[in-house]
C-alpha cells in the first residue's frame, strides 16, 4: 500500500524538521522542499524515508517544477505543511520596500503558490490537509516588526479565506500561531540566561499541529495559538 504524501516547506533545525520527524513517524512518505541541496541531503539522511526536491517558496517556476516533480515520482500530496518564513526586522527607518515585498512573498505569495499546487489533487479526492505555521505577528504589528507583522497578517488572511473555500470541498486548512521564542542554537546562545520553560520546544509544536490535522470532520479548528505556559500574552 502506497504511504500518504506530506510536504514540509521550509525544513530547517526547528518546526519544519519536528514537523517532519512528526508525519514520517505516523506512516508519511514525507517530502522535504528547500532551496539548499546540501541541506536537503542532510536532512534525507536525518529524517528516514524522506526525499528533497529543491525549491524556492517564493519563485513561482521552481514552486511549479518541484511539485511535477513531487507528483511524478511519489504521487499527490494530501498534506501540506507550510512552514516557509522570512522574518527581516525592524521599523520605519530600517526597512524598506524591497524587506517588505521579500517577506511577502515568501510568507504570502509562496502559501498561495504551494496552495495552487496541492489543491487540484486534494479537491479530486475530496480530503487534503494544508497546515501553516505562522506567528503572533500575525496578530498584531509592533515597531519592530513593520515587514514581518505585515507578511504575517498576510498569509493569515490567505490561509482563512482557503479555509473557508476549501472546508465545504473536504479540505482542512488551519493557521497555526506560535506565540514564544522557539528553542534553537540560535535563539538559545542569544537568551543563554532564559531557563529551559522559556522556550517552545519544536517537537511540542509537531504533535499539537498533528493533532489539529487529524481532527474529525464534525469538529474542524482553524487557529491554535501556542505558547509556553509561562509567556506574557
Known sequence: MQKPICVVVGIGPGNGSALARRWASEGYRVVLLGRDPARLADWEEKIPGSKGFVCDAADPESVTSAYASVRAELGSVETLLYNAGSGVWGGLDAVDENALLDSLRVDAV?????????????????????????????????????AFASAKAAQRSIAQSLARELGPRGIHVFYVVIDGVIDLPRTRARMANKPDEFFLQPDDIALSVWDVAHQPRTAWSFEIDLRPFGESW
Open 110 to 146: 509562496g502559501l498561495l503558490l504551494a496552495a495552487k499546487q496541492v489543491v487540484p489533487d486534494m479537491r479530486a479526492a475530496g480530503r487534503g490537509t494544508i497546515a501553516v505555521i505562522g506567528a503572533g505577528a500575525a496578530w498584531r504589528g509592533r515597531a519592530s516588526t513593520l
